[in-house]
């Protein structure tokens, strides 16, 4: 799918450990999004990225950070795990032109 | 800010039957309108955009929304649904002159009956 890749696919982590998600594209495109999912809501947006080193919050960004050093990987970090964060979770791209986006293929994030 | 309502939780039809998914908007200036589906412990895949022009908009595997302006609604429309139709569904709307971001309804589980 464009060239988009999440890791890891799942995970399951202790509460009150630290946890970064990779999201890593292929085609340079300039903005990046993380999304969670959970049933009820949705997809939900955490943070973007319009570029290198320029991020924003979305709707649901607390306990969230992110960071992009480089066009083509985008990082979530979830500064201290909780078992509300256990969830699905989508990064997407924005293509140019048309403004189609397209999603990763999701990790599955459990926090026990 | 930028919303989607998708009313329904689940839609249940009849194999052979038209398929009709709802969703309605809110954005502050003029819409770009998205469909997506996703099947089990699947990513979503895309399945048709408005962005400008006719309002019918067509796009994979038979689908078709139609934009409404005056109701600010995107209806996610099949003819004739099959079986394998049978996932869950987002409307999705991002502000043309906006901030970039997507917003997402809560989805819709859509059940085909064989």
């Known amino acids: 799918d464009a060239g988009i890749t999440q890791s890891p696919r799942h995970k399951v982590t202790e509460t009150g450990t630290p946890v970064t998600l990779r999201c890593h594209q292929t085609?340079?495109?300039?903005?990046m999004y993380w999304y969670r999912q959970d049933p009820g809501h949705g997809l939900r947006l955490i943070h973007y990225?319009?570029?290198?080193?320029?991020?924003d919050k979305g709707e649901v960004s607390d306990g969230y950070s992110v960071s992009r050093s480089k066009t083509e990987d985008f990082l979530l970090t979830l500064e201290s795990a909780t078992s509300s964060q256990t969830s699905v979770y989508f990064c997407?791209?924005?293509?140019?032109?048309?403004?189609?986006?397209?999603f990763g293929s999701g990790t599955r994030l459990t926090v026990v | 800010a930028q919303s989607v309502a998708q009313p329904e939780d689940q839609v249940n039809v009849a194999e052979g039957n038209p398929l009709t998914v709802k969703c309605t908007y809110s954005v502050s200036g003029n819409p770009y309108l998205f469909w997506y589906v996703q099947y089990p412990n699947r990513g979503l895949q895309f399945l048709l955009k408005?962005?400008?022009?006719?309002?019918l908009v067509k796009g994979s595997y038979g689908f078709e929304a139609e934009f409404n302006k005056s109701q600010t609604s995107f209806h996610l429309k099949k003819p004739s649904a099959l079986v394998s139709d049978s996932a869950l569904y987002f409307c999705?709307?991002?502000?043309?002159?906006?901030?970039?971001?997507?917003?997402f309804g809560k989805g819709n589980q859509v059940v085909v009956i064989p």
């Open positions: 408005y962005i400008t022009g006719d309002n």
């Open positions: 085609e340079n495109h300039r903005y």
């Open positions: 999705a709307v991002r502000e043309k002159d906006g901030n970039n971001r997507l917003a």
């Open positions: 990225s319009y570029g290198v080193k320029d991020t």
């Open positions: 997407a791209i924005r293509e140019e032109g048309p403004y189609g986006y397209t």
